[in-house]
């Protein structure tokens, strides 16, 4: 088809030109918080924390302000299996990929909707058979009846943004978009904060079954040599029930380790995106760990660009700021342009004669009168909004700064916690040893021996919690100052 040359008049360009180049944008403007003002996280300065040598995660810790964070931080503790296990877990687990198709949707969206930008154009042909009443004039100018329409012809609609209604919407769109960027890496932050803090529970609870199976070696000795003692008429046999007793009990808090044990390696399994009939190769121990030895503080100005839950809702109180330009441009006025381009003829070789060719132009405005308050509504449940969403941006700041104290401050007691635990599992080991030899030469009774042996189960098992809070604490810190995801090889370092 050929298409006809259309001509407008100056006047008619000048003013669709006009109309699209003087458009303006309603609603506020959007503009990016001031970080806060504070200087620190804590009332006091940060110490050093000290070392607590002889106890798993023992070493001393430095905190360095302004340090960067490394992408895969993880690797600070030195473990090749935690390594391969995150690395598994990225790119396994079904809540990365399903975050990863929601960022997809909300980047299309944008796209599909910069598309009302710029003016739309169709296509048609159609073909029509006709037979006219021989009572009315002839519709064609053959003056026959039964005629064949062959109209091919093409359609232009333009909406100009004069109030900014699309760009607007586009604005709030992009909002989300990146809401879903800072979900995205939010997703990954916490999944591998999950599976450090997963492995760490592993190794303590393999090191509570290992000293529980030590106490259970203990009481077994003792129950022996109380029943040999028994025989030759040393001691007596309330004694030796009693050690009984004594050695049942510790046999019963091993199945809730082991139960809980396994437990966590479904855990482990799950979120490696595996079934928990996959076992995997990995296994934890505190001795396939190390204690990062130099952690970051980062500055509390770069706090809120670094946080993906901080990033996420900005780009929500953003969002819903430019909500509002559009709720404002829906109550303007609406301008709209079109035009529409062919030909007719009667048989489909004469289409391309000149006198076949047709074409119109139109302009419309329209303009809301009436709608019982509804625009109105909207207008203010926006700005509403736009307030709402404010305040739980500076919800969500506050709440990371508390994080990030809560986590220094944990770490500074899990150092004085851990040589407390380590200097009393070591003075109820020396005692239990102690009642045990006072037990052969008949210096001490078995409640004594009871006593040591319950003390020193307990130290046990709370010097492993300790060394346990000391890595699981070290992972919170990464986690709450952003986990360094502006440092991965795959994503953009645009903070």
Aim: glycine content about 6%.
């Amino acid at each position: 088809m050929i298409a006809p040359r259309i001509s407008l008049s100056h006047r008619s360009s000048t003013l669709i030109l006009l109309i699209a180049l003087t458009g303006c944008a309603v609603g506020p403007n959007y503009k990016k918080p001031t970080p806060p003002s504070t200087a620190g996280y804590t009332a006091h300065p940060l110490k050093n924390t000290e070392g607590v040598p002889g106890a798993a995660g023992g070493g001393a810790q430095r905190f360095v302000a302004g340090l960067d964070i490394p992408g895969q931080w993880w690797a600070l503790f030195h473990s090749h299996a935690l390594n391969s296990l995150i690395e598994q877990a990225l790119q396994s687990n079904p809540d990365i990929k399903s975050a990863q198709e929601a960022l997809i949707v909300a980047k299309e969206n944008v796209y599909a909707q910069q598309g009302a930008f710029w003016p739309s154009v169709s296509g048609g042909f159609s073909a029509l058979r006709q037979k006219t009443s021989s009572q009315l004039s002839p519709v064609t100018s053959t003056s026959t009846l039964f005629f064949n329409l062959f109209t091919p012809q093409v359609t232009v609609s333009y909406v100009p943004d004069v109030f900014g209604l699309n760009l607007r919407t586009v604005e709030s769109l992009k909002g989300q978009a990146e809401q879903q960027r800072f979900a995205l890496e939010a997703t990954y932050l916490t999944l591998s904060s999950n599976v450090v803090n997963a492995a760490v529970q592993e190794a303590a609870l393999r090191a509570q079954i290992a000293a529980t199976e030590r106490l259970i070696d203990v009481n077994r000795k003792m129950l022996d040599v109380l029943k040999d003692e028994l025989k030759t008429g040393y001691t007596n046999t309330p004694s030796v029930l009693a050690q009984e007793a004594q050695l049942a009990t510790v046999v019963a808090t091993l199945p809730p380790l082991q139960k809980q044990l396994e437990q966590e390696r479904d855990l482990v399994v799950r979120l490696a995106g595996a079934f928990p009939s996959e076992d995997l190769t990995q296994r934890f121990q505190f001795s396939s760990l190390d204690l990062p030895r130099e952690l970051p503080v980062s500055l509390p100005s770069s706090l809120i660009e670094q946080r993906p839950d901080v990033r996420q809702a900005e780009e929500s109180w953003h969002s819903a700021c430019a909500q509002v330009g559009v709720s404002v441009a829906n109550r303007l006025p609406t301008f709209m342009l079109s035009g529409n381009a062919g030909r007719t003829a009667v048989e489909i070789g004469q289409l391309s004669n000149p006198g076949s060719a047709f074409w119109t132009l139109s302009s419309a405005v329209s303009q809301p009168i009436f709608d019982g308050g509804t625009l109105l509504h909207r207008e203010r449940a926006a700005r509403a909004t736009y307030r709402q969403t404010g305040e739980q941006y500076r919800s969500t700041v506050l709440t990371a700064f508390q994080n990030v104290a809560d986590t220094l401050h944990a770490l500074d007691q899990d150092a004085k916690g851990l040589k407390a635990a380590l200097d009393s599992d070591r003075a109820a080991k020396e005692s239990l040893d102690m009642t045990n030899e006072q037990i052969k030469v008949g210096y001490a009774n078995v409640l004594a021996l009871l006593s040591a042996e319950q003390i020193y189960q307990q130290a046990e098992i709370a010097l492993v919690q300790a060394e346990a809070n000391r890595f699981s604490d070290t992972a919170a810190l990464f986690q709450a100052l952003g986990g360094g995801w502006w440092n991965r090889q795959d994503v953009a370092s645009n903070r």
